[in-house]
């Protein structure tokens, strides 16, 4: 009797026990591959970090002082005014020279200007526009232009459709300081006889001198690294133990709208909870939240385990969103004589 032969086909059971198998093993597989691509974000994150870092060193040895945050809000940088408390610019534009991005910080350079309707007041806004790389971390979203809902019409640069950011602040300290900088354009040719405005925490109208007096207060001034007008130069409790810049905090569902208040602007401008965050009391640094966006202040990250920062000496630490407060809080103060290393 002939024997018959055995099929070499997969019966339905087999393939589908096949199919159940691989689902497993991907489902096992996914979180891993997930973790390699976060720790790959990570140290990216932490590379751009320590750019800053560098370049931030490199500009206190050239300029003499660490990068100042300019004048405010309604005020970008201007390449023909230099570094220091007359660069209306914040830290990141006073950093694009020791960046190798010179050909950003000086569009307009030796144009007529910068008044409305000028050839600088118009190039101003195309370096609004131009995204920059290492401002970015790759965790939380994509280097691009951002729309700018909002659009301000900044007094010394015409509007722009698009607006660069940065996911990274500078420290500003303890105490929170924002304004929208002189109130005039005139300011340009008088500085400092200017008049400002301080939104926080003053709310009024003053001048240089007056404003200076406020920054120079011994307990309720500015005690960062990078404000105001600051020319910062030395940090009495150590570069080692004091942050110059750290991942800024945002809401995850506003990461490309354009509409966080504190993320609506470009990235140089001055000073503004944009481009500089506080280590204000209330605002322990905290992991990136949904619907959480009443945090603009603070310093945060999108890393599951902790915010990169990247200190005046320029080493970057993760640190953790755990961190006792009043440790974190003296991380961001230059001068209150606290040299902790317990982070």
């Known amino acids: 009797m002939a024997s018959r032969k055995k099929s070499a086909a997969f019966t339905l059971v087999e393939l589908l026990v096949v199919i159940a198998i691989l689902a497993i093993l991907m489902g096992l597989l996914l979180p891993a591959v997930n973790s390699v691509r976060e720790s790959m974000r990570r140290m990216q994150c932490k590379n751009n970090l320590a750019q800053i870092g560098r370049g931030a060193q490199a500009h206190l040895t050239r300029v003499g002082h660490f990068p100042s945050s300019g004048w405010g809000y309604l005020w970008i940088g201007d390449p023909d ?74 007094y010394n640069s015409a509007p722009a459709p698009v607006t660069n950011k940065t996911d990274y602040a ?43 007096t406020l920054l120079d207060n011994g307990t309720t001034g500015f005690n960062g690294v990078s404000g105001i007008m600051s020319e910062v130069s030395n940090i009495p409790d150590g570069q080692s133990n004091v942050f110059f810049a750290g991942e800024k905090y945002l809401d995850p569902l506003l990461y490309y709208t354009g509409t966080d208040g504190a993320d609506n602007d470009t990235c140089l401008e001055g000073n503004d909870w ?70």
């Open 81 to 154: 005014r230099g570094f220091g408390a007359k660069q209306p610019g914040g830290w990141i534009y006073n950093l694009l020279p020791f960046m190798g991005l010179d050909m950003i910080h000086d569009v307009g350079k030796d144009l007529p200007g910068p008044g409305s309707g000028t050839a600088k007041y118009a190039a101003l806004a195309e370096a609004r526009s131009a995204a920059i790389p290492f401002l970015i971390c790759p965790t939380r979203r994509k280097v691009m232009a951002y729309p700018y809902p909002t659009n301000f019409g900044v």
């Open 170 to 212: 500078a420290n500003g300290g303890s105490n929170l300081f924002l304004d929208i900088g002189p109130n005039s354009l005139g300011c340009l040719s008088s500085f400092p006889a200017c008049n400002w405005y301080v939104n926080s925490p003053t709310g009024t109208t003053m001048t240089t001198q007056q404003l200076c």
């Open 274 to 343: 944009d481009v500089n965050r506080w280590t204000l009391t209330g605002y322990a640094v905290m992991r990136d939240t949904p619907n959480v966006n009443d945090m603009s202040p603070g310093f945060g990250a999108a890393h599951p385990t902790g915010c990169h920062f990247v200190f005046c000496d320029g080493h970057v630490q993760l640190i953790s969103y755990q961190i006792n407060f009043a440790t974190y809080q003296s991380l961001g103060v230059r001068n209150d004589g606290t040299a902790s290393e317990d982070y």
